[in-house]
């Protein structure tokens, strides 16, 4: 089935660092590929998305490329802010015969220190 | 309404007890999910409607779990006989399209949070 792994958390991190969250998938044919991100007390929210091979997604200075022969989208940004901390989960979905739900990964929880 | 809204927002029962969630989706969105989130984990897919056929039931946990959206629109998830491993966040979202349109964005609500004593 399909599967969503990315790193555990939590990162901590210093305002102005660079921010790499690792995320791997394993699925059957192609999926699209989003980041969802939880602020404190808010619900899921989309970050960015990819639907196809080499696209790259880009919203709020973070950007993610769909890498599909290492079945990857990480997550980057060149410089953090005390703000991007949060919860972020990689997640896809795959229309091949089954739903549309979202396959999430478990989750990082982004701290910044300022 | 602006985004998509749920009732209630905490809900507390106790062992044994039905509870009813409800969801309001964004106005015109055809696709409506229902996910259960565990403390700490990310949040698993329980139920999908196109409208209000029920398309794929294939992540709710057992015959307890019970969902409808009668008039295409609100959708209201039922858990019968409540159990403590039942306590989680249980989160509704909505899209605009219709099933296949498997690269379309899914909004999401705050969520319920179910205690379950």
């Known amino acids: 089935g399909n599967s969503v792994t990315q790193m555990e958390g939590p990162v901590t991190l210093s305002e102005e660092a660079f921010l790499t969250i690792n995320c791997t998938y394993t699925a059957t044919g192609y999926p699209s590929l989003f980041w969802y991100v939880q602020y404190p007390g808010e619900g899921l929210q989309l970050l960015l998305k990819?639907?196809?091979?080499?696209d790259k997604g880009s919203n709020k200075g973070f950007e993610a490329t769909y890498r599909k022969e290492t079945t990857s989208f990480h997550l980057e940004k060149g410089s953090v802010q005390v703000s991007d901390s949060a919860v972020y989960f990689c997640?896809?979905?795959?229309?091949?015969?089954?739903?549309?739900?979202?396959?999430f990964g478990k989750g990082t929880h982004l701290i910044i220190q300022p | 309404g602006a985004g998509v809204s749920q009732s209630p927002r905490y809900k507390v029962a106790k062992r044994g007890q039905d509870v009813a969630l409800r969801c309001d989706p964004i106005?015109?969105?055809?696709?409506l999910f229902w996910y259960q989130q565990a403390l700490g984990q990310g949040p698993e897919f329980l139920t999908y409607?196109?409208?209000?056929?029920?398309?794929?039931k294939s992540g709710l946990p057992s015959d307890r779990f019970f969902a409808e959206r009668p008039e295409g629109s609100v959708s209201t998830l039922k858990i019968q006989r409540t159990q403590q491993e039942d306590s989680a966040v249980y989160l509704c979202?909505?899209?605009?399209?219709?099933?296949?349109?498997?690269?379309?964005?899914?909004?999401f609500g705050p969520g319920t949070r179910l205690t379950v004593l």
């Open positions: 979202a909505s899209s605009h399209k219709s099933r296949g349109a498997w690269t379309d964005t899914q909004y």
């Open positions: 997640a896809l979905t795959y229309s091949g015969g089954g739903a549309d739900g979202l396959t």
């Open positions: 990819a639907t196809k091979a080499d």
């Open positions: 106005s015109g969105h055809v696709s």
């Open positions: 409607f196109q409208n209000e056929a029920q398309l794929d």
